[in-house]
């Protein structure tokens, strides 16, 4: 499968968002990973739809809308007037209106993403694979960047691509968030995965070009 390396600018410098995307798609990014929190659904606040707008004249790259917030449905069209390109919701979040929520993020020409946390079972994500255009697998717990990698989440990988490839969508991008680097990169490649989220080791790396296309692999 085609693997796709998007960047989180959870560790940018917030002082120059615009500059800072600007040079992820020079590097040679593939989306530009937006991590929404609210303080509650996750104890830190970052930014909302008003920062998503403010980067979205320094990119042409699809703007990949993260919302660790409660009640995402609130929020959905604020993102899409921001520009945003893809919005992913938690499972945790949404509960019964997943699949509704997910198909109202479809009804305005944008793709829909479900994200599920480390410690909730893959099988209750098995309904949202059915129509989501991707699914977010979080490998560390949400709210912070430089976290370590969860091992159990290898297997989680391995069960939803093998649940994508049993209902007849073997290509569904299958993204993975938190705590990869060029030294795990692989084994989660490997376990299904095509699309990378990076954050720290991107933003730490002298050279995001050679960063970025060894994420790549
Ligand atoms: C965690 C965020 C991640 C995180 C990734 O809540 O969703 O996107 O920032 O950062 P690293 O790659 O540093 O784990
Ligand atoms: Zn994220």
Same mark, same amino acid.
């Given at each position: 499968m085609n693997i796709k390396i998007a960047p989180s600018i959870l560790s940018a410098d917030f002082a120059k968002l615009g500059e800072e995307v600007a040079l992820l798609e020079r590097c040679g990014a593939d989306l530009i990973h937006c991590d929404v929190m609210?303080?509650?659904?996750? $104890?830190p606040i970052t930014f909302g739809a008003q920062a998503v707008a403010a980067i979205r004249p320094y990119t042409k790259l699809p703007l990949d809308c993260h919302l660790m917030t409660l009640h995402p449905e609130t929020h959905i069209e604020e993102f899409v007037k921001a520009g945003a390109d893809i919005i992913s919701v938690h499972v945790e979040a949404c509960g019964k209106n997943l699949l509704p929520l997910l198909k109202k993020i479809q009804s305005f020409g944008i793709k829909a993403c479900a994200v599920i946390n $480390? *410690?909730?079972?893959? *099988? *209750?994500?098995f309904p949202a694979m059915e129509i989501a255009d991707m699914v977010l697998v979080m490998s560390v717990h949400p709210g912070w960047g430089g976290q370590r990698f969860i091992p159990e989440t290898l297997e989680k990988i391995r069960t939803l691509r093998a649940r994508a490839e049993s209902i007849g969508r073997p290509d569904l991008d299958i993204e993975v968030d938190g705590g990869i680097g060029e030294g795990n990169v692989k084994e989660v490649i490997a376990a299904g995965a095509n699309v990378i989220v990076a954050g720290s080791a991107i933003f730490s790396s002298p050279d995001k070009t050679a960063t970025i296309s060894r994420l790549r692999g």
């Open positions: 609210d303080g509650n659904f996750v $104890p $480390p *410690e909730t079972a893959a *099988e *209750e994500f």
